[in-house]
């Protein structure tokens, strides 16, 4: 199954009505509020009540779809003259299987067809289903690029050494994960593994570390190496810092992504968050093989 690669110019291609495939968090409003200053008409598709909560203000219309209803998805976006599409949100798998009872013929037919159920496999397929019935997919990035930071430190509390030889092994091992399609983030205290992500995600992840470290941490996230850019943009946000500090008495440590291609959510109020609470936030490039 092919992988779209989208470049900027691509926006321009849809004009008219876009289709907002909603997940959970801040991202389906932030993404809505800058298509329709663009000038588009946002129909959002939302994937559960509380997404349907956060992204209704922001879009022109909104509909509540369960996840597996890709045939009802197509119907909605194609009644409502919707020539392209974006998904944007969190889309925990977990969710997606406690909804096997409401799949719709069209989403039994495909995903029947592949091979596994990883994040990739089925996100592909999706993809590769909504462009076959004419839909254009958009990538996220085309208008949320202002929240991908470049290389550097965003706090003004900086890394120690010993936090950048962390940060580098961390990446490593997370960049391994993330090929092998488990997971995305690592965290790490003194290069020894604490906690790898997998079905949990990030946030329970780190809650897991931060018991078992009883004090600061290293949290890295990282892309995929395949990251299909219409899917599933490694995103950090206030979730993750107060996943850090959480039950932690003595918080601190060093949250790391990499840089240009992870989404910070409220760049603002995380830096301030964490530099109440000790942390650093770095941009960092992954490290050379």
């Known amino acids: 199954m092919g992988i779209s690669t989208l470049n ?3 926006a321009r291609v849809v004009t008219g009505k876009l289709g907002l495939i909603s997940g959970e968090g801040q ?38 779809v369960a996840p597996g209803q890709i045939g009802r998805s197509i119907g909605l976006l194609k009644k409502e003259g919707c020539t392209g599409l974006v998904f944007v949100g969190k889309v925990p798998k977990i969710n997606l299987l406690r909804q096997l009872h409401k799949l719709d013929w069209l989403a039994v037919k495909e995903l029947s067809k592949l091979p596994n159920f990883n994040d990739d496999t089925i996100q592909f397929a999706v993809g590769d289903i ?10 996220q990035s085309e208008f949320l690029r202002h929240l991908f930071p470049e290389i550097g430190v965003l706090t003004k509390l900086q890394p120690s050494a010993g936090d950048y030889a962390d940060i580098e092994y961390g990446m490593r091992v997370a960049r391994e994960i993330a ?3 488990i997971g995305q983030t690592v965290v790490v205290k003194d290069r020894m593994i604490l906690a ?17 470290a009883r004090g600061p941490v290293v949290v890295c996230k990282v892309s995929k190496p395949n990251q299909d850019q219409r899917f599933d ?40 968050y964490a530099e109440a609470n000790g942390i650093a936030i770095v941009a960092a490039a992954l490290p050379t093989l």
């Open 8 to 10: 900027e110019s691509s």
């Open 27 to 64: 991202l389906p409003s932030l993404l809505a509020q800058s298509a329709k200053e663009r000038g588009y008409k946002v129909v959002a598709l939302a994937l559960s009540e509380s997404a349907e909560a956060q992204v209704s203000p922001h879009a022109d219309k909104t509909y509540l």
């Open 130 to 139: 909504m462009e076959a019935h004419g839909l254009k997919v958009l990538t």
């Open 179 to 181: 090929r092998l399609d």
């Open 196 to 212: 790898l992500e997998a079905i949990e995600g990030t946030d329970e992840a780190i809650k897991r570390a931060v018991k078992l």
């Open 233 to 272: 943009i490694p995103t950090v946000g206030m979730n993750t810092l107060q996943s850090m500090v959480n039950d932690n008495a003595n918080p601190g440590g060093v949250l790391a992504v990499e840089a240009r291609e992870t989404l910070v959510v409220e760049q603002d109020e995380m830096v301030k």
